[in-house]
């Protein structure tokens, strides 16, 4: 049985915020749930996530989470102390038993490390290491001898020589269940912070003839730690670099990796461009071909190949065909479903509306609660009149209608196949197709008429 315990009871003081740590955010995802995706990775038979500062909040944003276990641990008296508390969830069957610790704001570690932690413990203890130029504040890993791992030294209990040791414990290991139990019952808080320290189970372990193994991370964002905006601002800038590095490898043209933002899953086909600024925000799928230009936003939306998507545009919640054209500032809402060969253009608007291929609106114009076939030009300044405050209603226009400029269509209302509207319509009846309807005052000229000339003072 693997069990993942994650600490996550501290309080955060540095981050100077009213909200708990681990629900602060790196790409958009609270810590915690950065840690969970790691847990799960490893399909882990129990995840128990030990809360204490900000309880409450912490179980109520996972409260859907049904495979997650709270331990409470109020108030907090170290590592050791935290993972006491989540003892009694822990699953065992007696087949190779193990219990990994994570920590809720060390959010990057990477499930190939946690696998690698786990194959190199063996039938004993392992803790993830690794080697700092600047060891200063972290438990120091003493070995014997012979190389062999023998305890950790916390920096405030180390003298002189052990301050000098540049390998550090990260805080994650991977325990025997029972053995780990055992040691637990036994820690003190005999020490310089009168904490009861998770590492004093590894002289616990070595004194019972255990082998102590160690393992490293592969990057060196995965173990660090967030303690204030500025790590946790520093952190996401490494991440997003990584999640730049990925896109590049496989075949994504960035203009700028380091002018790339990802808050979500970003899917790419291939020869993808993406110049700077860009952000995308939950599930996004570009696919082959697809161009996006500066300064974009992108949020759960799928593009179709060859779409070009121009300046500070915005999309969201909406699906867009083959061959578009969108923007430069064409603006997508939820439910815009646009089909192959569409030219969205500049101040366009649409929401929960069907643009049918090859379509074309390409200047300034709201598009609201609309179905609009195939072929159809909306001309500048058409909007779709779909709300008298209190209900919302369809504009229909089918295949082949022409919308002239400065159109009003005050839903419900359905223009015919092939139908041309006069530009300046105010359309509150179904028009005919094949037809030209146009509601406009007739134009005058008066003749001989003069213009006012300024009165004398
Ligand atoms: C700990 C390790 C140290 C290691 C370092 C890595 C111990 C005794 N020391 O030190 O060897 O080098 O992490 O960063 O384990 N937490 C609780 N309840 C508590 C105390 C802590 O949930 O009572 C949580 C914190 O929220 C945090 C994590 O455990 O997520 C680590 O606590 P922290 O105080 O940062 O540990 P360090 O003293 O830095
Ligand atoms: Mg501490």
Redesign the pocket.
């Known amino acids: 049985m693997l069990n993942i315990v994650i ?6 003081k540095r981050m100077q915020s009213n909200l708990p ?1 681990v629900l602060h955010t790196i790409a958009g995802r609270s810590m915690l749930s950065h840690v969970l995706d790691g847990a799960r990775d490893l399909d882990a038979d129990s995840i128990v996530v ?1 809360v ?1 500062h900000g309880a409450e909040e912490v179980q109520s944003a996972y409260a859907a989470d049904t495979d997650l276990q709270f331990a409470l ?1 109020r108030p ?7 993972v006491q508390q989540a003892v009694g969830l822990l699953k065992e069957d007696g087949e190779d038993d193990v219990t990994i610790v994570l ?4 959010p990057l570690v990477q499930v190939t490390t946690l696998q690698a932690l786990l194959a190199a413990r063996g039938e004993g203890l392992a803790v993830l290491t690794e080697i700092l130029q600047d060891p200063a ?3 120091r890993i003493v070995r014997n001898d012979k190389g062999e791992v023998c305890a ?1 030294v ?2 405030k209990d180390a003298n002189e020589t052990q301050r000098s040791i540049t390998e ?4 994650i290991i991977a325990a025997p269940t029972a053995p780990l139990k055992r040691w637990l019952s036994q820690l003190t808080n005999n020490n310089a ?1 009168g ?1 009861y ?3 004093d189970v590894i002289g616990m372990a070595v004194a019972d003839g255990l082998p102590v193994a160690v393992a490293h991370p592969q990057a060196a964002f995965e173990t660090l ?1 967030v ?1 204030s905006r500025m790590q946790q601002a520093q952190l996401e800038r490494m991440w997003q670099s990584e999640l730049a590095r990925r896109q590049l490898e496989s075949g994504v043209t960035l203009a700028d990796p380091a002018r790339f933002d990802v808050r979500g899953q970003l899917v790419c086909g291939r020869d993808v461009f993406i110049d700077v600024g860009c952000v995308f925000v939950g599930n996004v799928e570009l696919a082959d071909g697809v161009h996006v230009g500066p300064h974009c936003v992108l949020r759960n939306v799928v593009i179709g190949p060859g779409t070009q998507i121009e300046a500070y545009s915005h999309l969201d919640q909406a699906q867009v065909g083959a061959h578009a054209h969108i923007g430069p500032y064409a603006r997508l809402r939820p439910g815009a479903q646009l089909a192959d060969h569409t030219h969205v253009g500049n101040f366009v608007e649409i929401k929960n509306t069907q643009l049918g291929e090859g379509s074309k609106a390409n200047h300034l114009a709201y598009l609201g609660d609309a179905d609009i076939g195939a072929r159809v030009n909306i001309g500048a300044g058409t909007i779709t009149c779909n709300y008298d405050g209190v209900n919302k209603f369809r504009t229909v226009i089918e295949d082949d209608a022409f919308i002239g400029s400065d159109t009003q269509l005050v839903a419900p209302v359905r223009v015919g196949r092939g139908a041309t509207i006069g530009a300046g319509t105010t359309l509150t009846r179904d028009a005919p197709a094949e037809q030209l309807t146009v509601s406009r005052a007739r134009q005058t000229a008066i003749a001989g008429w003069v213009r006012p000339v300024k009165k004398p003072r």
Do not use: F
């Open positions: 600490l996550a009871a501290g309080l955060g740590k030990v204490g641990q907090q008296l170290g590592t050791g102390h935290a920590y809720g704001d060390v504040g972290y438990g950790i916390e920096h550090v414990n990260t805080g912070q904490e320290y998770l590492t730690g303690n």
